[in-house]
Structures are given as C-alpha cells and as structure tokens.
C-alpha cells in the first residue's frame, strides 16, 4: 500500500528523512478508471480502499490541443492505439535521451510526464524546467519505474506502420 506522502528514515543513525510521494500515470483508461483501481488493488491488500492511501495520479493538461481523438478522451491516449504524440515520445526519448522505451506503457507515460513540463533552459542533457506547482510531480526528482518489457515494439511499429505513422522502409532492415 502507498500514501500519497511516506516519510521514512534514510539511515538509522541519522533523522534524516526521505519524502517520497508516489505518482501513477494512466496508460490504460483515465483518471477515474485508474483511481478504481488503485482503490481495488489497496482494498485487496488490506487497506480501507479510501482516496486517502491512493497515490497522486497524473493527468493530462486539459487546454493542450489535442486531435480529436483523443480531445474526446480529455487528453488521454486510447490504450494500444497507435497516436503521432506516442510515436514522437517514443523517437525523443530514444534519440535525445538515449532512452528506449516500449510503445503501450512507456512512451504514453512520458508522453504525459514531458507534457508537464518546459524546457527553460538547455544546459543540461534534461534542462531546467518549470512545473505548474499544483502538479504532484512539481519540485521533485523522478524515478521512473517500468515493470515491462521491449517485446512488442515490432509488432506496434506494424501497426503504425499501416496507421500510416511512420515510413514502412523504417521496418526494413
């Protein structure tokens, strides 16, 4: 079970404390999908199922423009369905970060978390960035933690392909 805020002693040996918040990012349905089963997965593990030990959910920023698929989703991706926005993380992390990520889990779930942010200032491999402070990941270092696997990249980038999202000779070779 997580809390949204769970303080606990780096060292016993000093009162040094880590302050580490928990944030999920919706890549299958949307915020009340996701907070259902959050709830679900904390009253199956002994919790209350309460909002209370849910951790923070990232949402989409509602006024960003979006094509109307997934304007009528209020920003969030339909799971499995192959999309510009996914594909240009996919290419970014990849390209720019050195970052490989899988197109159903990872790349929607950064797609989300660089949709928090502005680069202000690129003096660094990630820059500086401003984060709206009513973003739960506002002011905090991110660990990203991707329990999947690589597997199904060809078989997305197939998909794609025929979406006509990307060059068919990309799969060549």
Request: glycine share 10%.
């Amino acid at each position: 079970r997580h809390s949204k805020k769970k303080r606990r002693d780096a060292n016993d040996n000093t009162n040094d404390k880590l302050d580490i918040s928990v944030v999920v990012v919706p890549c299958v349905g949307d915020y009340a999908y996701l907070t259902r089963q959050m709830k679900a997965l904390d009253k199956s593990t002994g919790g209350p199922g309460t909002n209370e030990n849910l951790p923070d959910i990232l949402q989409p920023i509602p006024d960003k423009k979006y094509g109307s698929h997934r304007k009528k989703s209020g920003g969030y991706f339909v799971f499995g369905e192959p999309a510009a926005a996914i594909l240009n993380t996919f290419y970014e992390m990849k390209e720019e970060h050195g970052v490989f990520l899988d197109l159903l889990y990872g790349s929607p779930a950064w797609s989300l978390l660089l949709q928090q942010w502005k680069i202000t200032q690129s003096s660094s491999i990630w820059g500086k960035r401003n984060i709206d402070p009513n973003c739960p990941i506002a002011g905090k270092q991110i660990m990203y933690v991707h329990c999947g696997g690589l597997e199904g990249i060809s078989s997305q980038m197939t998909r794609y392909k025929h979406k006509g999202l990307i060059d068919p000779k990309e799969l060549q070779g």
